[in-house]
């Protein structure tokens, strides 16, 4: 596997970068802490809308300009927050990254904030947070959140509630941008990078016209669960229901997110995992069924999620009830956690195919102040936890999870009604 390299640019910015020769591309990502979770109170959405912006001219470029020289060179350019840190990511031609990489850096220190720009942006945020208001999945999943998280810092989208985020203006914005990468950040570029040291020169020079003051980010605790009611009901009337049964974990990189990680594996990766074959191709109960635990520096959710019919949530509800306690009480069997682990190490193969991915990747457990070696190591590890190991994590961390529920009033009734059979075996 080819090494990291790593310096410290004037001003104190971290630079990672991996030399991969041949592919004629570069990958870079600017990964600032402080996503979404660090949206002011009343400001839900600041952040987002802060991201959306820097896209929008940055130095001396207005929004047609920078759309001009990016889109000109065939490069793509985004940038979005997410609850633990904004990142901006670059992907160009590497003859061009010399004159592209910079602008990294000045979207993240030289923004324009224009405030026409910002309405436009603004708007755009808020349809998205409309659309969703359609989405069945979405209404369980922000119910979720809330029943798991409150009114903390995990407790809300990244784009915001609609509310806070019309009342936002250019100087509620500017205190946040004043304290961008003071928690941490770093650079990380993966790809064909020019071996005569004028990307280098390029970024810093862009560092000296904007000062960064920042470090490595050390490991940071994130934010914590705030478990609320045990059961939500979202009606809605359509021809299916969405359940969704989660609990709050444990942050990327402690000791018991591992086993959950190969819990997650052995339930919801692929069509031979636990759920689906029990619940879609055994007893046809669900459209669609997986685990969703992302990496987070606080407490991970870590979440089942199930599409049926309305005339079936009752029994969907019971089968996912009983899994869960099965879950609780019973250790995977030798041969299940063998499979466990080899969809594991899959998933990492997939996981770094391209340099985006493998830029993306090493941001992500660098900004948790994980070490260049995390990700080998996990995998290291992983061969040596046992099914009791497994066991043990669960029922620390899974025994009271949130069940959120969105669909037809009559099916949520006779879902909630099981619920109600069910929960105190999992809330005691």
């Given amino acids: 596997m080819t090494s990291w390299l790593q ?3 004037p001003g104190g910015l971290v630079l990672v970068q991996q030399h991969r020769p041949g592919v004629g591309l570069v990958a870079a990502r600017l990964w600032l802490r402080g996503g979404s979770s660090r949206d002011p109170q009343g400001g839900r959405g600041a952040m987002q809308l802060l991201a959306g912006l820097m896209t929008r001219g940055c130095g001396q470029l207005d929004a047609e300009q920078l759309a001009d020289l990016v889109e ?8 979005e927050a997410h609850e633990d840190a904004l990142v901006i990511s670059l992907k160009c031609a590497t003859e061009d990254a010399p004159d592209l990489l910079p602008l990294l850096l000045a979207m993240a220190r030289q923004p324009s904030l224009e405030a026409d720009q910002l309405e436009l942006e603004r708007q755009l945020n808020l349809q998205s947070l409309q659309r969703q208001q359609e989405d069945p999945f979405q209404l369980a999943h922000d119910q979720l959140r809330h029943q798991l998280y409150g009114d903390g810092p995990y407790g809300h989208d990244p784009l915001g509630v609609e509310a806070e985020l019309e009342a936002l203006d250019v100087g509620t914005l500017h205190p946040l941008l004043q304290q961008l990468g003071d928690e941490g950040a770093l650079l990380v570029i993966c790809g064909d990078i020019p071996g005569d040291g004028s990307l280098m020169a390029a970024l810093v ?3 000296v016209q904007t000062p960064w003051t920042t470090a490595l980010p050390q490991r940071h605790a994130g934010a914590p669960g705030l478990p609320g009611p ?3 009901l979202h009606p809605q009337d359509t021809e299916q229901v969405v359940l969704l049964l989660g609990s709050a974990t444990v942050p990327l990189g402690d000791p018991d997110a591992l086993p959950l990680r190969l819990l997650q594996a ?3 990766m692929g069509m031979s995992s636990r759920l689906f074959v029990l619940l879609r191709e055994e007893r046809g109960l669900a459209y669609d069924v997986g685990v969703h635990m992302p990496a987070r520096c606080g407490a991970t959710p870590f979440v089942w999620h199930l599409s049926t019919s ?3 949530a009752m029994e969907a509800t019971r089968c996912l009830l009983e899994e869960w306690e099965r879950l609780l009480e019973e250790p995977l069997e030798t041969d299940a956690l063998t499979m466990a682990k080899a969809k594991f190490r899959g998933q990492d193969a997939m996981g770094r195919q391209t340099c985006g991915q493998i830029a993306d990747r090493q941001a992500l457990v660098l900004g948790h102040g994980l070490g260049e070696d995390y990700v080998a190591r996990t995998l290291e590890l992983a061969e040596t936890v046992t099914p009791e190991q497994l066991l043990a994590a669960a029922r620390r961390h899974l025994p009271r999870p949130r069940l959120s529920l969105c ?3 009559d099916a949520l009734a006779q879902a909630a009604a099981i619920w109600e059979k069910r929960a105190p075996a999992l809330q005691s």
Avoid: F, K, Y
């Avoid at 000109?72 to 940038?79: N, V």
């Fill in 7 to 9: 310096h410290t640019l």
């Fill in 72 to 79: 000109g060179r065939g490069a793509a350019l985004r940038s």
């Fill in 205 to 207: 020079d862009q560092l």
């Fill in 230 to 232: 045990s059961l939500a």
């Fill in 266 to 268: 052995h339930l919801g």
């Fill in 310 to 312: 309305a005339e079936r």
């Fill in 407 to 409: 669909g037809p009033q």
